[in-house]
């Protein structure tokens, strides 16, 4: 199959093709309240090949409204990299595992990334052939 410009190999499954939009490099965001959950959260994720990287920054204080009562808490935070191909199944998987009740996961879109690591995160995400 020849591909065009704004075509390429899913990461999510080889020999599906996907639109240039898909292949859209994005960083996911969201908090954990200790260490230990941050590096079981990202372990999995890129062990999955739904990350290519995870940052894990911390701790940091949040403070926020929950159930009518002002909260100060410690979390640490996740920075995720990934292809926006990749954002249904993360966004599932974390819903799925994550610790809180309703956590932050927030998409935000990462434009300018050298064509370098933007191949770099690509080739991370997708799955290992056998």
């Not at 199959?1 to 899913?10: I, L, S, V």
């Not at 640490?76 to 009740?101: F, G, N, Q």
Request: hydrophobic share 35%.
């Amino acid at each position: 199959m020849n591909r065009t410009e704004d075509e390429a190999e899913h990461p999510l499954g080889p020999g599906k093709p996907v639109s240039a939009e898909q292949c859209k490099l994005i960083i996911v965001l969201t908090t954990v309240a200790h260490r230990a959950d941050a590096e079981k959260l990202s372990g999995h994720l890129i062990e999955h090949r739904l990350a290519a990287c995870v940052q894990v920054e911390g701790p940091i204080q949040s403070q926020y409204f929950w159930d009518s009562n002002l909260q100060s808490e410690e979390e640490y935070r996740l920075v995720i990299k990934t292809m926006d191909s990749c954002w249904s199944a993360l966004h599932d998987e974390v819903l799925r595992i994550h610790p809180y009740e309703e956590p932050q996961l927030i998409r935000v879109s990462a434009d300018g990334a050298s064509a370098g690591y933007h191949g770099w995160v690509l080739a991370q995400t997708q799955p290992q052939r056998g």
